[in-house]
């Protein structure tokens, strides 16, 4: 039924003004105003997700977006250099060292950081 429906992702923020400026600023991506407080995020490849406001607003718990990159200490750099801060665990599932990148032993090398609104989203390191 839906296999060739054109699917997306969506969540919420409590701010849609601070939304577009990290989304579209800080994180360089193609933010599309589709009225009614509604934003649509363009991602490489064709990918879409759309961005609403939700005035009970709670920050998701799992990482909602994941962006893929060649290096990933690079990405961190310029991620700093925008206001990005990374993300510290210490917990029986997940331990980061002190820069914030995952010292998994399997996986990717991966680091997380929040949007304004709490989201996790993360920088995951691809060969």
């Known amino acids: ?6 699917a997306f992702s969506g969540f919420s923020v409590d701010d849609i003004d601070q939304a577009r400026r990290f989304y579209g600023e800080t994180l360089g ?5 589709l009225g009614g407080g509604l934003l649509r995020l ?3 490849g064709g990918g879409q997700v759309l961005i609403y406001p939700k005035p009970d607003h709670e920050p998701a718990t799992y990482t909602i977006l994941n962006f893929p990159v060649t290096h990933l200490e ?3 750099g310029e991620l700093r250099e925008r206001g990005v801060e990374f993300e510290k665990y210490d917990t029986d599932d997940l331990r980061t060292d002190t820069a914030g990148v995952s010292d ?5 090398r991966i680091a997380w950081f929040k949007d304004p609104a709490g989201n996790i989203l993360s920088v995951l390191e691809e060969d």
């Not at 039924?1 to 054109?6: A, I, K, Q, Y």
């Not at 991506?29 to 105003?33: H, Y």
């Not at 998994?104 to 990717?108: E, L």
């Open 1 to 6: 039924m839906f296999g060739r429906t054109r």
């Open 29 to 33: 991506l193609e933010v599309t105003d």
């Open 104 to 108: 998994a032993d399997t996986g990717p």
């Open 42 to 44: 363009e991602l490489a």
């Open 74 to 76: 690079a990405a961190m």
